[in-house]
């Protein structure tokens, strides 16, 4: 697919692995909390301490289990398709390997 008609900026196209595995460096500096943690803590109607597993899908570096994590006891597992974001994320105490 010609992506020209879209980018007048000619930035370079890659896949979503690479491309995550590229922003990984960043990724946590980059990435504001309104695009997750905000919109979680506006969700009044779920008890989040009512949880006991919990499977966070695309988790990358584990942001919204780190938030989880100190809301509930459960057990977090998550699972990612970038294999550098997921190791951000497994370091993090709480997310299952």
């Known amino acids: 697919m010609d992506h020209a008609i879209y980018d007048k900026r000619r930035y370079p196209i890659?896949?979503?692995r690479q491309g995550y595995a590229e922003w990984v460096?960043?990724?946590e500096q980059t990435v504001e909390d309104e695009m997750d943690i905000r919109l979680l803590e506006g969700l009044k109607s779920i008890d989040w301490s009512?949880?006991?597993e919990v499977l966070d899908l695309a988790c990358g570096t584990g942001r919204i289990g780190a938030w989880l994590?100190?809301?509930s006891a459960a057990a977090i597992d998550g699972?990612?398709?970038t294999p550098e974001m997921l190791e951000v994320a497994r370091c993090k105490v709480f997310i299952a390997n």
Do not use: L, N, P, S
Request: no cysteine; hydrophobic share 40%.
């Open 14 to 16: 890659v896949d979503v």
């Open 25 to 27: 460096r960043t990724y």
């Open 50 to 52: 009512a949880a006991h």
């Open 69 to 71: 994590h100190k809301r």
């Open 79 to 81: 699972v990612d398709m």
